[in-house]
């Protein structure tokens, strides 16, 4: 164990938390589990040292239900921080982060028109043809956002080129691009907002390996990101059948079998396109062998499935929290 380390690791989880959020969840521990505050409270830093996970996954983990046997499986924070760091080397970052040049990079497995700032503000007749697109919407996006961070969903209706690069600017927008259409299951399932599939990669040996899947579902949001309040679901790789209910990381919701607004059943859905959507995931992943890890966001339309965005960063929580158990020993392998 690297105690330095560990404890800088320590001070940022402290700068970096929801203090509302926190009273809530030990709130919650107290009367589910029947612990006191302090007990808690300590419990919570020995496991942020022992091992190596922040102050919210101890309870997005519910480290307070666990052995400790059950608390070594789990991959948090810390480890996953140093993990993709060997994986996704920081000097190659720069393709996933940057969302231009991203979409640029893969623009084969990118259906939907786009256009940067620069571009809106060069007057380019892509500006025009996507704010008269078929969705009658369009997707501001700051090229660095993280976790649906920095993206707005637009009516095309309200803005001419003109007004929408005024907006674009002053809402440090720097990318624009045409409102994805999903499939038509998927819109039945959850209408709200694009609900993408999440797909883990690692690359070993030259080889892309597939280290699991997860449907994620808007509950009246625009976003899907599981860190906006909205539950994911596991997918089975073979088949591409959600075998799980949604899932929250805010420990005090209940998982959910049918969607909370439309009364859709999640378990037993079927993903459009699966065998397509793996094999996009697999090619993406074989044109930046720099990055080893990669959480893909693919969208499904009518026609098949749509690259969203790639991520060297991608969540353990999505990963984890679906399937209910620690996954840490599916990367120890790769180390």
Known sequence: MNFIKRFIYFFYYIKETDYRQLLKFIKYVRYSAGKARLVIVIDIIQSVFKYNISIKDYFSFRFYEKTVEERRKWAGSGFMYEYQLVMNPLKHRELLENKIRFLNHFRQYVSRKFCTLEEVIAGEEIIKNILLNESGKAVLKGSRGQIGAEVEVIDCRDFHPETLLKYMIRK?????EEYVIQHDGLMRLSPSGLNTIRVFTQLHSDKVEFLGARLRITVNSQVDNMAAGN???????????????GVFSDITKEDVFFHPLTGEKIVGFQIPYW??????????????????????????TNSGPELIEGNHNWCKSLWQLPVKKGLKAELEKYL
């Open 275 to 300: 065998k397509d959507v793996k094999d996009l995931a697999e090619k993406a992943a074989l044109l930046t062998p720099e990055n080893k890890s990669v959480g893909w966001d693919i969208a499904i």
């Open 172 to 176: 440090k927008y720097d990318l624009v």
């Open 231 to 245: 539950p994911a679901s596991p997918v089975e790789l073979e088949t591409g059948i959600v075998c799980g209910p």
